[in-house]
């Protein structure tokens, strides 16, 4: 009995575990079936974390305060002169082709070298524009909570891989406390002989142990002792080494600079950056055309000189995509997002840092407790059905 109860008491905790992370899509048939907890609440998760990200670990501002636009020019210059070259000569082939053809070859070649050359100061500009309004240009959250939402693989990664040890630590518990109540079944068994004692032991089994073992991760928050004895709750006591791991899945798989990138050029505060990148590219036609402009706007009319700088700000735009991937590797290294993160999350205090992974648990874990109580009861009652027939 004392190791069927051992045996109930780690299978419980194994199928609460996966249930809480399988399987990522809904099975069966409403309303009944079974999607893993983390998955069916992907973004009351995921908006829990961002909050969490946001409020106490990154602050976008100070974080894009770290690029540098110099050396941002210098990583972006070859792509970044060859997408400046065409998109002159394209505007100029579609929409002056007479003026073009007109104009010598080396007359060409001088217009396309002046626009090259004011480029890099008119990125620069552009990029301290960004840095300093990235809130208008980006909406971290959304980009996050998105990012998590779509993929709920990610939102299960994020808590299962931090908190292995955790889990880990879950399933072995289910052994030892369930061995401890199996000795108490035996004994109540070999006293009374009543065939209730197995599912309710078994109930209890599965119950009790779930519950211990979910408060043992995170209670108590602060070191606790009597003699020499001291305990404190498992995921706060691996405060640096869930901060590094942490810090990693963020960096790595969710703040990553590529999503950022994808989220200021796609996401829903784009048109910000597209009207900065339209102004730049309309200034710095009008300062090129400056001398010439009367005998410009003469010769090809007022309304079809605006037109040009429209399309070549549509063209700039269409570029940058291609353009600004080259900045992914000197970006990555420039915000640091890794480091930034473990050093807040050292300074957060006992209850913030519980935050990280207690909201993975809390408003579902009586499910887990009860399919844990459950099949500890089905057991019980398998047992009964073994020793009497």
Same mark, same amino acid.
């Given at each position: 009995?004392?190791?069927?109860?051992?045996?109930?008491?780690?299978?419980?905790?194994?199928?609460?575990?996966?249930?809480?992370?399988?399987?990522?899509?809904?099975?069966?048939?409403?309303?009944?079936?079974?999607?893993?907890?983390?998955?069916?609440?992907?973004?009351?998760?995921?908006?829990?974390?961002? +909050?969490? !990200?946001?409020?106490?670990? $990154?602050?976008? /501002?100070?974080?894009?305060? *770290? =690029?540098?636009? #110099?050396?941002?020019?210098?990583?972006?210059?070859?792509?970044?002169?060859?997408?400046?070259?065409?998109?002159?000569?394209?505007?100029?082939?579609?929409?002056?082709?007479?003026?073009?053809?007109?104009?010598?070859?080396?007359?060409?070649?001088?217009?396309?070298?002046?626009?090259?050359?004011?480029?890099?100061?008119?990125?620069?500009?552009?990029?301290?524009?960004?840095?300093?309004?990235?809130?208008?240009?980006?909406?971290?959250? +959304?980009? !996050?909570?998105?990012?998590? $939402?779509?993929? /709920?693989?990610?939102?299960? *990664? =994020?808590?299962? #891989?931090?908190?292995?040890?955790?889990?880990?630590?879950?399933?072995?518990?289910?052994?030892?406390?369930?061995?401890?109540?199996?000795?108490?079944?035996?004994?109540?068994?070999?006293?009374?002989?009543?065939?209730?004692?197995?599912?309710?032991?078994?109930?209890?089994?599965?119950?009790?142990?779930?519950?211990?073992?979910?408060?043992?991760?995170?209670?108590?928050?602060?070191?606790?002792?009597?003699?020499?004895?001291?305990?404190?709750?498992?995921?706060?006591?691996?405060?640096?080494?869930?901060?590094?791991?942490?810090?990693? =899945?963020?960096?790595?798989?969710?703040?990553?600079?590529?999503?950022?990138?994808?989220?200021?050029?796609?996401?829903?505060?784009?048109?910000?950056?597209?009207?900065?990148?339209?102004?730049?590219?309309?200034?710095?036609?009008?300062?090129?055309?400056?001398?010439?402009?009367?005998?410009?706007?003469?010769?090809?009319?007022?309304?079809?000189?605006?037109?040009?700088?429209?399309?070549?700000?549509?063209?700039?735009?269409?570029?940058?995509?291609?353009?600004?991937?080259?900045?992914?590797?000197?970006?990555?290294?420039?915000?640091?997002?890794?480091?930034?993160?473990?050093?807040?999350?050292?300074?957060?205090?006992?209850?913030?840092?519980?935050?990280?992974?207690?909201?993975?648990?809390?408003?579902?874990?009586?499910?887990?407790?009860?399919?844990?109580?459950?099949?500890?009861?089905?057991?019980?009652?398998?047992?009964?059905?073994?020793?009497?027939?």
């Amino acid at each position: 009995m004392p190791l069927i109860a051992a045996l109930i008491g780690y299978l419980t905790k194994r199928v609460a575990i996966e249930m809480m992370f399988r399987p990522l899509e809904f099975k069966g048939v409403r309303p009944l079936g079974w999607q893993g907890v983390i998955p069916a609440n992907a973004r009351r998760m995921a908006t829990t974390a961002v +909050d969490l !990200l946001t409020r106490n670990l $990154v602050d976008p /501002k100070e974080i894009f305060s *770290r =690029l540098d636009p #110099e050396e941002m020019v210098k990583e972006l210059e070859p792509p970044l002169l060859k997408a400046v070259e065409e998109v002159t000569r394209e505007v100029m082939e579609t929409h002056q082709p007479r003026l073009w053809e007109m104009l010598p070859a080396r007359a060409q070649r001088l217009l396309v070298d002046q626009v090259r050359a004011q480029a890099p100061a008119v990125v620069k500009r552009l990029l301290r524009d960004v840095s300093a309004n990235i809130d208008d240009v980006l909406d971290v959250n +959304d980009m !996050l909570i998105g990012a998590m $939402v779509r993929d /709920k693989s990610l939102t299960c *990664r =994020l808590i299962r #891989e931090v908190a292995a040890p955790e889990f880990k630590f879950i399933a072995r518990s289910g052994i030892w406390f369930g061995f401890v109540i199996g000795l108490v079944q035996f004994v109540a068994w070999a006293l009374t002989k009543q065939p209730l004692i197995m599912p309710v032991f078994g109930f209890v089994t599965g119950f009790v142990t779930d519950w211990l073992a979910l408060k043992m991760i995170f209670y108590p928050r602060e070191p606790r002792g009597f003699g020499f004895f001291r305990w404190q709750g498992m995921f706060q006591k691996r405060r640096q080494e869930v901060a590094a791991d942490y810090g990693a =899945l963020i960096a790595d798989e969710v703040l990553t600079v590529r999503n950022v990138m994808e989220a200021v050029l796609t996401g829903p505060r784009s048109d910000k950056l597209f009207a900065m990148v339209t102004r730049e590219v309309q200034r710095t036609i009008d300062a090129q055309a400056s001398i010439a402009k009367p005998l410009v706007a003469l010769t090809i009319g007022g309304r079809q000189y605006q037109e040009m700088k429209r399309a070549a700000a549509a063209k700039a735009i269409e570029f940058l995509p291609e353009t600004v991937k080259h900045v992914e590797s000197y970006a990555t290294g420039a915000l640091d997002v890794r480091n930034t993160i473990v050093t807040k999350m050292q300074q957060l205090t006992p209850l913030e840092f519980e935050g990280i992974l207690r909201p993975a648990f809390k408003q579902d874990e009586w499910k887990l407790i009860a399919v844990g109580a459950v099949i500890g009861g089905l057991v019980g009652e398998l047992q009964v059905l073994l020793l009497l027939h």
